[in-house]
């Protein structure tokens, strides 16, 4: 696993959250545009991940500034935690634990996918 694009991504968005946190937001913009270039796969800095996520295939996965994804959850290719729209609230999804999001599907808004649960496209 250590040669995966979603391995590579994940751990670039964690150092990119690390400096976001710590103020450096224009640095954390760049690791994440780099991040988008290299694998595909765009998380904003300020989302919160749980431990134990796989990016399966990752290409084309998109995840919100103010999304949570929950530990042990499977995200596959082609998915999107996108935002409802409006600036400045919490406008992405919330994904429990144990979470199944199946290749293509796109959660928009504020809502909650509880924990155990399996989404497809």
Known sequence: FLY????????TYR???VLWKAGKQILAHYLQSQMSQTFQIDIHPNATLGSGIMLDHGTGIVIGET??????????HHVTLGGSGKRGIDRHPKVGEGVLLGAGASVLGNVRIGDGCQVGA
Not at 4 to 11: P, T, V, Y
Request: glycine content about 10%; charged content about 10%.
């Open 15 to 17: 150092v990119a959250n």
């Open 4 to 11: 995966f694009k979603g391995f590579h991504a994940l751990q």
């Open 67 to 76: 999304a949570r994804v929950g530990n042990n959850c499977s995200i596959l």
